[in-house]
């Protein structure tokens, strides 16, 4: 373990996000300020699309912040997985030039991420004040939350970044499969909009919408479905969770399998 | 493993899978699954390699292109996986493959400092430390703000070059590094490898350069077709690794006749080397006799500069008028004063006043010569002593 936080990995780390951060914004006259700019100015135009026309959820106290947080934090799972798919291959250079610990390119990429989803964050929090959102205890389960969609999305990066050296079609897959997930998790919509309740449980099988669920749960108003309320207790209820740890395990021991060999397959 | 030894190489194969065309697609990974196609070609890069390196020892690996010695590299340096065998690194390594690993051109020369720095296994506090020296090293300052891309190569090899020498490691790894920049640069390069020999550093070198090796090395090792053919004293390796093109390039390619102007003659020329000679053996057939005409010969480098040139009909050598009433045999002993370079030659046959060519054949032999020469006398403007025999 000890040599996995060694002073060279985290020296190593820190400037491979820096570098990072540095090139996303390259050359942009307003550079670090889109990373908030743009998280507001595509939540304008859903809040007009979906608030304002659509009139969905009408039902749900806060909407607006509830929809914002949905899509937060789907974006956070899509960007560190897409990013980490052609992480690998990206840095081709460095993988068939010099020892670098294969796992620290998806480190960095995810942690690229999750610094971005704080960024989000902030922007979520600006809402909740001028929302005048009460907050409760129960926000303290957000950031278990979000550990919960890393781990899924670090497994399934893993995974994903490891297959498309040998296969580049994932790149194309995944999008389709990002694409499909979206709106099978319920972002755009209230998970109250599908009245059958076994399509319901079956929704929220999937991690992401069972992790978006409890977020908004936490933070904005406890009328929100979740597996808790929606299983009333059973097992079953961990169904997702158990997805996650099987998701990264899975990813683990694929990446493992293959890191030996990306230097002469890419 | 002993205490002694820096890494230990025991018994490694590699083999890599080429694929025929790359099934970078699940589709044809499915097709050739299907039709039980195997899609790829397996090619035995290692056979078996076994060796050691002593601690303090400077080691050459040397071979030809695709001998296996860049693999070799890459499996010690970790980044390849050997099929077979075992790697034993006893110390920090730190490879060079290339210079400027990493370097980004969309960033300044100061933060790809920074990032190379990180890459070689420097703390951030680290390079604040030594940046001024680094900078100072590769003559850079005025420019360090700017963006890699607006940086010459040269620039970006001298800075690359300055933050490489820094990496604190137990054994180094080069990979001819040296192979790039001009004269000044290259003997920094040099200084930078004595520097390390003094200082009794690990150091395993990659190189085509007989000259480095025998300059540097302590113990060098050959490896052809991914087998050790030697390992030991530098000179000795550097003999062996000459000897392997002698079996190629002794004899010459022969390339047919070249361009003709006159399909009635018939030319041939044979090349064969004996130590510290070159000889030609030539044969011209005409169809009818030619009257009044001279063979001349013209030697070239590959790149097209003229070495070497000559005719019948200069003096000094007697030879009769009537060179070409019949069929010509004649064997020509040039001394050889040559550099190592590649060599082709094209005959002439000429009127003696020269206002016609009778005959052009051009490229009529081929030939290289791969050890350098030991008298650089071609440098100075000499010709080289020259026998003709009529046959």
Known sequence: MKQYISKQNKALLSELV??????RYQGSVLGYAWSLLRPLLIFLILYIVFVKFLRLGADVPHFPIYLLLGIVLWNFFSEMTSQSLTSIVGRGDLIRKIRIPRWMIIFSTSISAVINLFLNLLVVGMFLVL?????????LWLPLIIIEIYIFALGLSLFLSAAFVKYRDMSYIWEVILQAGF???????????ITNEFFQKLLLMNPMAQAIQDARYSVVTHETITTHTLFEGGWYMFIPLILVVVVLLGGLLYFKNEAKYFAENI | MADDIAIKVSNVSKTFILPHEKHTSLKSAFINFYKRKKGYEKQQVL???????????FFGIVGRNGSGKSTLLKLISGIYTPDTGSIEING???????LGVGFNPELTGRENVFLNGALLGFSRKEMEAMYDEIVEFAELERFMDQKLKNYSSGMQVRLAFSIAIRAKADILVLDE???????AFQKKCYEYFAELKRNKKTVIL?????????RFCSRAMLIDGGDVIENGNPAHVAQKYSELFIDQNDKGKKLGNGSVVNKNIKAQVEFR?????WLFDIQVKPAKPIKNAVLALIMFKKDGTQVWNWASDYPGKNLPDNLFEKELKLEITLEDIFPADGFYLNLYIKAKDRTKDYAVFENVVEFEKVLPSTAHKYDNGWQPKMKIQLK
């Open chain 1, 18 to 23: 820096r570098t990072d951060f540095k090139l």
């Open chain 1, 131 to 139: 929302n005048k959102v009460e907050l409760s205890w129960s926000v």
């Open chain 1, 183 to 193: 709106y099978l998790t319920p972002i755009l919509y209230p998970l109250t909009l």
């Open chain 2, 47 to 57: 056979n078996n390699v076994s060796f050691e390196v002593k601690k303090g020892e």
């Open chain 2, 92 to 98: 920090k390594l730190v490879p060079f493959i290339e």
């Open chain 2, 177 to 183: 590094v040296l192979a790039v920049g001009d004269e």
């Open chain 2, 206 to 214: 990659v190189t085509h350069d007989m000259t480095s090796v025998q």
């Open chain 2, 273 to 277: 080397k004996k130590t510290g000679y």
